[in-house]
């Protein structure tokens, strides 16, 4: 439902924004004000379900995220409907962390955890893929506010039936990190607001820089605060774990990369070629069933040679195909990105479920609330980071190209494969970087 929630609303806002008398700048408000406190309150959630409970926390931020999507439907003003997101991506921060510490305090660590966690990154994929699809058919049929009404059913089926199947389970119960806490939230508060306003701003605007700035000084302060507190929202040593660390950097990596590259091919599918939104989604419907595929794959890799060695198969696959788009040209490479593209995304998801595998691994359940937060928190900041990056990259490289006197549809083709090369370069990179970093970590095996 969280996925979903990222996707449904997008072939929906020119139409909500009138209705709502949201103007265009304030239009990229509908998918910011949830993605905020989703990606600002995860670490926290993590910690208050270790010490409330997980399953206690998870319900709680069910029912605000279910309550929110009412509230969302039949907002009959704009500020209400930003509202009712705020506090669906106030929920989701809650259920993302508690619900995948749910899962791996579920399984013991081994081919069930990795077989747990492959079906979770399947439907995270799958949850993506059809509300770009769905989105479409109800905003066209039922109007859009029929996709948060979507969200709204989801949730109340959830609620039925989720506190009859999950158990209770918690860690030490210890002192809050209130100052860290608020270091780390507003931290990521500013990184993720900077970056996600940056997609569509650019990186030049005053506020940006304001929230990018003050978001890394107060990251800074969390970890001076957490070298001294005595009970810690996340102690160091666990950023320490080889596992930890380059399992959550092939995280952040892929999930960035792979965000990047299907935002540039959009711009290549429907600008270069000029191929039809339908065509587009179509495209990008056999890219997600691919991911869905991967995702099944996953555990039978990891079975063989360990989740840190898949994590960085999955890595350098997506990077080589990903090299392969930039075979794109300006009459041709429809059938090029259906192929790679889907390709690329199977081997990421080899790489998203064998990340969660690595950085989970080796830790005591009392500990799976942070780790579970940190996975999460990293999957949040790449699919904030990579647009931005990249589409930056590209905008500026093909204004040079203009200025150097090469034609505009060529100019924007240029600057498109150069994000691209450069998203292959950093994958394939930190991919090679973390099977010699792990080499001899083989975390899910016994």
């Known amino acids: 439902m969280v996925a979903l929630d990222f996707s449904v609303l997008n072939v929906a806002l020119p139409v909500l924004g009138p209705d709502l008398g949201l103007g265009e700048a304030g239009l990229q408000w509908a998918v910011t004000a949830f993605a905020l406190p989703t990606g600002s309150f995860l670490l926290l959630f993590g910690r208050l379900g270790d010490q409330l409970g997980r399953r206690r926390t998870f319900l709680t931020g069910l029912a605000l995220f279910t309550g929110a999507s009412v509230l969302a439907t039949l907002a009959p003003n704009a500020p209400l409907f930003l509202a009712g997101r705020a506090l669906q991506g106030l929920g989701a921060a809650a259920l993302v962390p508690t619900g995948m510490a749910l899962i791996t305090t579920s399984f013991a660590e081994g081919p069930k955890r990795t077989k747990a966690l492959s079906i979770n990154g399947s439907l995270m994929a799958l949850g993506f893929t059809v509300g770009m699809v769905v989105g479409g058919v109800l905003t066209d049929t039922l109007g859009w506010r029929s996709t948060m009404a979507l969200l709204g059913v989801g949730g109340v089926a959830v609620l039925l ?55 890394l000084a107060l990251l800074a302060t969390f970890i001076r605060i957490e070298a001294r507190t005595q009970d810690p929202l996340l102690p160091l040593w666990m950023l320490r774990r080889p596992t930890v660390a380059f399992g959550n950097l092939g995280g952040l990596v892929t999930v960035s990369m792979m965000t990047a590259a299907v935002f540039l091919l959009t711009l290549y599918l429907q600008d270069t070629l000029g191929v039809s939104p339908l065509v587009s989604g179509l495209v990008f419907g056999v890219q997600g069933l691919a991911s869905i595929g991967g995702g099944a794959l996953a555990p039978r890799i990891a079975s063989r040679i360990g989740a840190p060695r898949t994590l960085a198969l999955g890595l350098v696959g997506q ?53 579970t937060s940190l996975v999460t928190s990293a999957m949040q900041l790449g699919i904030a980071m990579g647009i931005p990056l990249l589409s930056a990259v590209a905008v500026s490289w093909s204004g040079a190209l203009r200025n150097g006197g090469t034609a505009a549809d060529e ?36």
């Open 161 to 215: 039936v989720a506190p009859r199947t999950l158990t209770e389970s918690r860690g030490e119960r210890t002192r809050l990190d209130i100052p860290g806490a608020l270091a780390v939230t507003g931290g990521l508060l500013g990184v993720v607001y900077g970056l996600s306003t940056a997609a569509e701003e650019g990186f030049t605007r005053p506020d940006v820089l304001t929230a990018l700035l003050l978001g």
């Open 411 to 446: 100019a924007a083709l240029g600057g498109i494969k150069l994000g691209l090369g450069i998203d292959a370069v950093v994958v394939t990179a930190i991919g090679i970087l973390i099977a010699f970093a792990l080499r001899a970590r083989r975390t899910d095996r016994h």
């Open 319 to 371: 990077g080589v195909l990903t090299a392969a788009l930039l075979g794109i040209g300006m009459d041709s490479g429809l059938w090029l990105v259906v192929v790679a593209l889907s390709a690329a995304s199977a081997l990421h998801l080899v790489a998203v479920v064998s990340y969660g595998v690595t950085a989970t691994s080796g830790l005591a359940d009392a500990d799976q609330g942070r780790a």
